[in-house]
């Protein structure tokens, strides 16, 4: 028994020592970058009369690396992530094809995530792979539907929503990324591409202004969601 709690002190001991070594090593630092993204959450045939473009945003944030063992880390952060889409709906007449509607959506997260990463140290640099599960709560939100005059394409009518109790988007996205990078010195540089699994259409919301309310829907009921990919540098201070 006394063998037991011995060899279980000792493993205590040594669990604690890795782990004051490991919190030493832990490095704390900002990241900032590109941001493109858009709302094709299934493919796009699948939004009725709407074609969706890439929209070029941005993301910031502060973030900690804790190293494991065998070349994985944690980098556990917390950023500020603006993302958004363009989608135009047209009417087709012959071989003509007007745009009749164009819905501008851009959302400001602030969004936790948890990567995991794997790499190996080459001395001057590490390339490594990532997975990176993230769960974000929107904090701003600005919607603009124009719609057009079919005859001269002169805007009939446009309505601006900056307000989540107009809007009828959720509050809480939740998704994946995947990527790799390279670090060097103190700095890493990396690309990931996320997808988000929720939907940009909470049917639940109600919703005040038809024309916003019918566009949103349409653009967003099946399944959209905003993905992309991204491109980040980190600094590490400390």
Same mark, same amino acid.
């Given at each position: 028994?006394?063998?037991?709690? @011995?060899? *279980?002190?000792?493993?205590?001991?040594?669990? %604690? /020592?890795?782990?004051?070594?490991?919190?030493?090593?832990?490095? $704390?630092?900002?990241?900032?970058?590109?941001?493109?993204?858009?709302?094709?959450?299934?493919?796009?045939?699948?939004?009725?009369?709407?074609?969706?473009?890439?929209?070029?945003?941005?993301?910031?944030?502060?973030?900690?690396?804790?190293?494991?063992?065998?070349?994985?880390?944690?980098?556990?952060?917390?950023?500020?992530?603006?993302?958004?889409?363009?989608?135009?709906?047209?009417?087709?007449?012959?071989?003509?094809?007007?745009?009749?509607?164009? @819905?501008? *959506?851009?959302?400001?997260?602030?969004?936790? %995530? /948890?990567?995991?990463?794997?790499?190996?140290?080459?001395?001057? $640099?590490?390339?490594?792979?990532?997975?990176?599960?993230?769960?974000?709560?929107?904090?701003?939100?600005n919607e603009t539907v124009s719609q057009f005059n079919k005859v001269s394409n002169a805007k009939e009518v446009q309505q601006q929503v900056k307000a989540f109790a107009n809007s009828a988007l959720p509050r809480v996205e939740y998704g994946l990324g995947i990527g790799a990078g390279i670090e060097f010195w103190q700095m890493q540089l990396a690309f990931k591409y996320f997808w988000n699994f929720g939907n940009l259409y909470d049917g639940k919301n109600y919703v005040t202004g038809e024309q916003v309310s019918e566009q949103v829907k349409g653009a967003f009921e099946n399944g959209k969601s905003f993905n992309g990919f991204n491109i980040s540098l980190t600094l590490f201070l400390f």
């Open positions: 028994m006394k063998r037991i709690l @011995l060899t *279980a002190i000792l493993a205590l001991a040594s669990a %604690a /020592a890795v782990s004051a070594q490991h919190i030493g090593e832990t490095r $704390f630092g900002v990241f900032g970058g590109f941001t493109s993204t858009n709302a094709q959450g299934n493919p796009i045939s699948d939004v009725k009369g709407f074609d969706a473009s890439k929209v070029a945003l941005y993301h910031v944030g502060v973030t900690a690396q804790l190293p494991l063992a065998l070349g994985i880390s944690l980098q556990p952060s917390l950023s500020w992530q603006m993302k958004g889409a363009t989608l135009d709906s047209y009417t087709t007449t012959g071989d003509l094809k007007e745009v009749t509607s164009t @819905l501008n *959506a851009k959302v400001g997260y602030l969004e936790l %995530a /948890a990567q995991v990463q794997y790499g190996l140290d080459l001395l001057l $640099f590490k390339p490594y792979l990532l997975a990176e599960p993230f769960v974000g709560y929107a904090m701003s939100v």
